[in-house]
Nanobody, 124 residues
Framework: QVQLVEFGGGLVQAGGSLRLSCAAS????????MGWLRQAPGKEREFVAT????????YYLDSVKGRFTISRDNAKNTVYLQMSNLKPDDTAVYYC?????????????????WGQGTQVTVSS
């Protein structure tokens, strides 16, 4: 069982930045690919970014490419999501999850443990 706790959400104006952190209860260096997902009201949950343990391979949702960066510090059992140039459409509850699998080249969370989520609200 892996417990994940997210930090760093909040209210920010469009164009601003936030950094989310996800602290894991066990060593993320167990080889897990970790990810950030988000769910906006009335919409399905979607992957925002994923990172393999080494950080060599990452995935980003097209709409966040160039604005969001996922990183991890395995020594601290922590995964980060740096979000810049935020837009109102980025408003959602953001979740940390893992391990993320890859099915047909797409990330999949069939085995994931989940954090409780953190609200990100971007005002226009």
């Amino acid at each position: 069982q892996v417990q994940l706790v997210e930090f760093g959400g909040g209210l920010v104006q469009a164009g601003g930045s936030l950094r989310l952190s996800c602290a894991a209860s066990t060593r993320t260096s167990l080889g897990y690919t970790m990810g950030w997902l988000r769910q906006a009201p009335g919409k399905e949950r979607e992957f925002v970014a994923t990172s393999t343990w080494s950080g060599d391979n990452t995935y980003y949702l097209d709409s966040v490419k160039g604005r969001f960066t996922i990183s991890r510090d395995n020594a601290k059992n922590t995964v980060y999501l740096q979000m810049s140039n935020l837009k109102p459409d980025d408003t959602a509850v953001y979740y940390c999850a893992g391990p993320v699998d890859e099915i047909a080249t797409m990330p999949n969370c069939g085995r994931c443990f989940w954090g409780q989520g953190t609200q990100v609200t971007v005002s226009s």
